[in-house]
């Protein structure tokens, strides 16, 4: 089983829905959660992050973390053409450290 | 803002040759990072550099790496003799601190904008 799981997709939706992006795991350790967003030919850059299990908001972006599902996701309220990326979950364990660890990403569209 | 600057953008280079890629990371910052993203697969973690040593590193980081902080700004990783295998997007990373224990998020990963590395 791998450590973090995410659809790839393609995932395309219209412009305004809400996008709902997931990713599962199986470490139990993982405590740090973070959403990611990479656009083509750019490196990762940082979203959002939660600890342990809740929601968190920021602006159209929420984050939710069910611990005991071992579950995540990333929600994108009135989704924008610009949203359009790749999103990667990505976890750090309760010990803290150095590495972090990516899930494999999910491409959005978002038509116009 | 500041960003992490990579270079080059794109690393063309023969099987069996060295390469060396460069990066300068965020000023302030005192963690560097090494990640790859084979095309169409997840980004990987290779290597971490604090206080002018490797801190952490992944089994992908095998002895044909090295990383090196060869003065205040510049951190570059060195693949010695490398392989078809090594052909990925190579991303430096920095961030001002760690995630310790209890809930402080202070792993804020900067990343560049990659150098894709060609082995032909």
């Known amino acids: 089983q791998k450590e973090v799981e995410q659809d790839p997709g393609p995932l395309s939706v219209p412009e305004g829905a809400i996008v709902s992006l997931n990713c599962t795991y199986s470490n139990s350790a993982f405590q740090y959660f973070m959403w990611y967003r990479q656009y083509s030919r750019k490196g990762p850059e940082l979203l959002m992050y939660t600890y342990s299990s809740g929601n968190k908001e920021d602006g159209r972006f929420t984050a939710q973390v069910d611990k005991s599902s071992k579950y995540i996701s990333l929600f994108i309220r009135d989704s924008q053409p610009s949203d359009s990326a790749t999103y990667l979950c990505?976890?750090?364990?309760?010990?803290?450290?150095?590495?972090?660890?990516f899930g494999a990403g999910t491409r959005l569209f978002v038509k116009a | 803002e500041p960003e992490v600057t990579q270079t080059p953008s794109h690393q063309v280079t023969q099987m069996g040759q060295e390469v060396i890629l460069r990066c300068v990371p965020i000023s302030n910052h005192l963690y560097f990072y090494w990640y790859r993203q084979i095309l169409g697969q997840k980004v990987e973690f290779l290597v971490s550099f604090y206080n002018n040593e490797i801190s952490e590193k992944s089994e992908i980081f095998d002895d044909q790496f090295s990383v090196e902080r060869p003065d205040g700004s510049n951190f570059t990783l060195k693949i010695r003799s490398t392989k078809l295998e090594d052909s990925a997007m190579y991303f430096c990373?920095?961030?001002?601190?760690?995630?310790?224990?209890?809930?402080?998020?202070?792993?804020?990963?900067?990343f560049g904008s990659g150098t894709q590395l060609s082995v032909l």
């Open positions: 990505a976890m750090i364990p309760n010990t803290g450290g150095f590495k972090t660890i």
């Open positions: 990373a920095s961030s001002e601190s760690i995630t310790g224990t209890g809930g402080a998020f202070d792993e804020k990963l900067f």
